[in-house]
């Protein structure tokens, strides 16, 4: 079956840096676009950025510039290395096969002083 298992939040003074990765299973990883999402409370949960199969990104208005999304196919995994973070930013961010019902379980990012 479909897994997918991110690690990487916690908690981290504003500036800060984190890296999330997001080890997938159970799927042809280098054919299926990946995605990172967000979900802070009291809000909808929002794209963050995706990568293609080929490598092209997109990425949310609030993160350009701050966040990179990458891939390792030979490690079936998905990263978001993010920089400059802000409060706001805080939230569980979840990574997705494509546009599927795959999601992983999340893992919580919180910016704080």
């Known amino acids: 079956q479909v897994q997918l298992v991110e690690s990487g939040g916690g908690l981290v003074q504003p500036g800060g840096s984190l890296r999330l990765s997001c080890a997938a299973s159970g799927i042809i990883f280098r054919l299926n676009t990946m995605g990172w999402y967000r979900q802070a409370p009291g809000k909808q949960r929002e794209l963050v950025a995706h990568i293609t199969s080929v490598g092209s990104t997109n990425y949310a208005d609030s993160v350009k510039g701050r966040f990179t999304i990458s891939r390792d196919a030979a490690k079936n995994t998905v990263y978001l290395q993010m920089t400059s973070l802000k409060p706001e930013d805080t939230a569980v961010y979840y990574c997705?096969?494509?546009?599927?019902?795959?999601w992983g379980q999340g893992t919580q990012v919180t910016v704080s002083s």
């Open positions: 997705r096969v494509g546009v599927s019902d795959y």
